[in-house]
Nanobody, 124 residues
Framework: QVQLVESGGGSVQAGGSLRLSCAVS????????MGWFRQAPGNERMFVAA????????YYSDSVKGRFTISRDNAKNTVYLQMSSLKPEDTAVYYC?????????????????WGQGTQVTVSS
């Protein structure tokens, strides 16, 4: 079993910042890429950011590019999502995900394990 636990969510005013963390535990893999997705009520889950095993490759959705930064600390089996200049449209449940393999991916179906999500609410 692989478990992913997100933390750091909460409520913030528009323009504020939050940092999400996702810790991976249980069965591990030699190499794994990680990503963040989000889902607002009534909407489908959408890609936010992804990072390769080495951290050398990152991808961002257009809606968060320039505002969010994904990073990882493999010694801690943890990925982070630094969110700045938050907007009300960023309000969603944020999920971290792991895929077997080193390469970053932007498609939900490419990922193998998912966390339970953490709520981020941005008020205007």
């Amino acid at each position: 079993q692989v478990q992913l636990v997100e933390s750091g969510g909460g409520s913030v005013q528009a323009g504020g910042s939050l940092r999400l963390s996702c810790a991976v535990s249980g069965r591990t893999f030699d190499y794994y890429a990680m990503g963040w997705f989000r889902q607002a009520p009534g909407n489908e889950r959408m890609f936010v950011a992804a990072i390769s095993w080495s951290g050398g490759t990152t991808y961002y959705s257009d809606s968060v590019k320039g505002r969010f930064t994904i990073s990882r600390d493999n010694a801690k089996n943890t990925v982070y999502l630094q969110m700045s200049s938050l907007k009300p449209e960023d309000t969603a449940v944020y999920y971290c995900a792991v895929r077997r393999g080193a390469g970053a991916r932007t498609v939900e179906n490419d990922y193998d394990y998912w966390g339970q999500g953490t709520q981020v609410t941005v008020s205007s």
